[in-house]
């Protein structure tokens, strides 16, 4: 009845007396006060796309300038004297305006003015952008005692001038970054050629060289002509397809094979109540959402002067992938006051906001503490609901369409879509322990792709929260990549940890100041046809799940702080020792995939390294020798890193191969023309896909002062059948962690093993430079 009486804000009845008029006054109140935040937040957002249109300059400098210039005219108007920083152009005006003085001379200034300083304007900003095209500075020698250039020296003088006065928002410095470049098709067919070398014989290798040999002076031309064509036109040549037929055309189920997940700082555990934590965590998420609609967000820059493309953090929130029956679609909703939150297999609308204003802790934890008291049991059909989105995207399409098109059951699938992130309430408890590292195996999985059911997989994020107040989250890749996620996960345990904390019995920080909207249940009609294709895909996803070999493994023996000291990129290090570990456990090299990131260029997103090169081989080769000296192994070892930096440079620069070699088959599949080259290369399976999980995007979670915010980090499940997905973070000096995924079903792989091959490796490493170091 309250649900009922809360629908209607007003109601009329005429009789012979007149007309009656009754309206919920409160009801009125919120929806006056929802429209009055919603012009606020339009009229907030124009402002801000003015102030980052005009960046580097700022609004402050063109009042500055307006006035500067109708001051000096009206001084020499009135004594007859001064400069004319116009050289007679505001005279010149002044012959074509017909207004009086002194209007015509502050109409004439203001024109001048605005004319000298939108030139100015639109130098700064050009230049700008042709500085960011300049990319020698990736390529410098970096750490102690390091020599710059004088052309690195001079471009960081010239890029500190332009942006030292203006205070940068999110989105400033969009206009600035210049469009991801596109490589000639002799450079990438050399790198192709050089990435491979280590993985052919010598008769297959040759093979390869035809095949390269007749494309580049064939078909090759006309489709790289097309492509730079492209390259002209878009922003960047690579993201909407990449986007479009990497992620939104694939039909097979999205959990596991795309989704990823993170997880919490293992070693703090601020409280075991599982309402406060979810509070806490989501009140920060929509302090962060506040943030990025506001543009106050500081953006991320590279080596503290060269700014990261900032795009995918507008679709973090609000957001939906929609399935289609040829392809999906990320729909976007531009505000949003509710989360939903699933909990014992039901789905519940809660209100975040109240009269304009975003609910604090202590009353978003009684809202969830609302939910968790709810007994009701769960439609039928609907505990196992979110396998929808877990199974193949063709017939959770086609049910979209034929069950959820009209009534009760688009108005809550509506309400799931248009929610600002999805809240999953767990009923099991995870922990961690030293003494059994299979707990945070099963932490992983139940992050990755927990039973199948109960995630929303479609949305943009989902909030996990076990019964014992451990979090994690698992994300949709189509809309962003994993370091936006990482950057706002960072910022939620920062607040939760440092600026909200808890009470000393457990619950949240604040009080109940206002009358709650409480949570309400979404309904559904799930009929008997409608409950055999949930059943379907939640067998599919079940099928997946129970696949899935995940192991996660902490390394403490050491960090980065002793692969620094031996002079060596921490990440090439880790690399290296993943190429040791997997030919140790496969017996053979292997095609690997290591993602970079082109955010350098505007709308970049990703690119291929390959680390199986000739010098990590070579390496890996001289470790398994036992005839090769140390002393050898040691340079091989550096020659490799060196190699293997230089591979990560040049793809974050754009002359990376693999996106390049995608777009050409792209377009020859447009042009439909047959490519034996390209069919083959884009047909290779990636047997080892890693990536490095980044750390430290906020100040907050500094690990020197806070050493146990370490995050276990995250990953994601394998790229191929008898293949390894491993993702790593270097989480402080002397940490690292490892999440290795794999398939039970191939013969092949084992993560444990994997992970134990990983252990060696570092040890042996390890104990190749300290053998050095005694002599």
Known sequence: MAEAHSAVAFSFAITHEGVHVNYDREVLHVIWHSGVRSWRRNLRRFVNNVRCGVFPASLSSLALTVGGYNAMYLTRDTYNHGVDLSFGFIDLLKKHVKLEEPAKGVVCCTVSAFAVWFGAFMFMKYSLRILYVYKGWMYEERGRGRKLSISTKLWILAVKLLTHFTRPMLYSYQGSLPRLPLPALKDTMSRYLRSVRPLMDDENYTRMEGLVKDFQKGIGKKLQRYLLLKSWWSANYVTDWWEEFVYLRGRSPIMVNSNFYGTDAILLHPTHLQSARAANVTHAAFLFRRLVDNQQLQPIMAQGLVPLCSYQYERTFNTTRIPGIQTDKIVHFSDSTHIVVYHAGRFFKMPCYYKGQLLNPMELQMQFEHILADESVPDKGEANLGALT????????????????????????????????????????????????????????????????????????NVIVMRNGRIGFNGEHSWADAPIMGHMWEYIMGEDFFEFGYKEDGNCNGEVTCNLPLPTRLKWELNQECQIAIDTSFRVAEALLNDVDLRLYMHTAYGKGFMKSCRLSPDAYVQMALQLAYYRDAGKFNLTYEASMTRLFREGRTETVRPCTIESSAWVKAMENKSVSNEERAKLLQIACGQHQKGYQDAMCGMGIDRHLFCLYVISKYLEVDSPFLNEVLSEPWRLSTSQTPHGQTSKMDLSKNPKCISAGGGFGPVADDGYGVSYIIAGEDTLFFHVSSKKSSPVTDSKSFARQIERALSDMRNLFQSLAKK
């Not at 699938?413 to 929610?419: D, G, H, Q, R």
């Not at 809240?423 to 039973?451: C, I, N, W």
Request: charged share 35%.
């Open 390 to 461: 877990a199974g193949e995207r063709k017939p959770w399409a086609e049910a979209r369409n034929k069950f959820f098109n009209k009534g009760i059951n688009y108005a809550s699938l509506e309400t799931i879509e248009k929610a600002a992130f999805v809240v999953v309430l767990e009923e099991d408890e995870y922990d961690y322990s030293p003494d059994d590292p299979t707990q945070l195996d099963r932490f992983g999985r139940a992050m990755l792709h927990g039973k199948g059911y109960d995630r929303w997989y479609d949305k943009s994020f």
